[in-house]
């Protein structure tokens, strides 16, 4: 049996693996404790998905490049969105560590967008202030500021705004000379057309979160 994957018992227990750090331990998790059934609706609701169609193939967590880093591989991470485990999952670093490859979505014989639904899980514990990887987090909002003020990625001001913010002041510092010279990056943002059409996406999106609480 694969130690880095989580595994089914009866009584309505998982036994979650945790691969970091390398002393891996099994933790219980009760499923009929506690189920959130207003956040497995939010979140159908929000991904147009319907995660009840999931049968626990394992084809998504097979397929995901990112298993091993995971403190929940994928498939978990569905079972536990059936369960209505809101508090567990978005604790969990896997929704933050998702690369949305879409390879789950590929993946799954029930045509489940699952990438969708990480991105959503993701989006909800950005809302509800659930951070699990705060580096993730801190890259997330350097490239959106980057974007609402550039309407494009300005690189150097998504590298300096990561760097401050996450604290890893010279993190690939030694990058630097070797795409400068190769010209690959700018010092100043570029100025584009339709600037002012990529703020207005901002714009909506926040009124429509502001209108949604």
């Not at 010279?181 to 009124?207: A, C, M, Y």
């Amino acid at each position: 049996m694969n130690k880095n994957l989580l595994n089914f018992f009866g009584g309505g227990v998982i036994l979650k693996t945790f691969v970091y750090p390398k002393e891996s331990y099994m933790e219980p998790i009760n499923l009929t404790e506690k189920t959130d059934w207003r956040f497995i609706d939010q979140v159908k609701k929000e991904s147009g998905q319907d995660p009840a169609l999931c049968y626990q193939c394992g084809n998504c967590t097979a397929g995901c490049p990112y298993t091993k880093y995971f403190d929940f591989p994928v498939s978990q991470v569905m079972r536990l969105l059936q369960a209505g485990q809101k508090e567990t999952i978005l604790n969990s670093r896997s929704i933050w560590l998702c690369a949305t490859c879409e390879a789950c979505t590929t993946r799954c014989p029930c045509e489940i967008d699952i990438a969708h639904i990480m991105d959503v899980l993701r989006i909800i514990a950005r809302r509800e202030n659930y951070v699990a990887e705060k580096d993730v987090k801190t890259f997330y909002d350097a490239f959106l500021a980057s974007m609402k003020h550039h309407g494009r990625v300005f690189e150097v001001g998504i590298l300096m705004g990561y760097n401050l913010k996450s604290g890893h002041l010279l993190a690939d510092a030694d990058l630097g000379p070797k795409i400068l010279g190769k010209g690959k990056i700018h010092f100043l943002p570029t100025r584009i057309k339709g600037r002012d059409k990529v703020l207005e996406i901002f714009r909506k999106s926040q009124k429509k979160r502001k209108n949604s609480v």
